[in-house]
């Protein structure tokens, strides 16, 4: 299935690996936010999410980052890309 299904038929959980700042500063709506520097202390917290994840940040780049962290830990996830790519597609009909 391709990303932007999962994104529109809310199939996964929206995790922005942004700061909190710039998390506050606007979001795709429904996601959460857990910065990239703080993945390793929070997969517990993570494993209890609803699969996939779907990463996204500012441009893509720290989400791939998370992307290879969490694949790493046998995590299923996608690398959004930029938040403002992933509100397009959640919004888009």
Same mark, same amino acid.
């Given at each position: 299935m *391709?990303? &932007?299904?999962?994104?529109?038929?809310n199939q996964?959980?929206?995790?922005?690996?942004?700061t909190f700042a710039e998390f506050a500063?606007?979001?795709?709506a429904?996601?959460?936010n857990i910065?990239?520097?703080e993945l390793p202390q929070? *997969?517990? &917290?993570?494993k209890k999410l609803k699969m996939p994840l779907i990463l996204c940040c500012a441009s893509g780049n720290r989400s791939g980052q998370a992307q290879h962290f969490l694949s790493q830990h046998a995590f299923e996830c996608y690398n959004g890309g930029?938040?403002?790519d992933v509100?397009?597609?959640?919004t888009k009909n």
């Open positions: *391709i990303l &932007e299904n999962i994104i529109k038929e996964g959980t929206i995790v922005d690996v942004r500063g606007g979001h795709v429904g996601s959460i910065a990239l520097n929070k *997969i517990e &917290e993570i930029s938040w403002m509100n397009y597609y959640q």
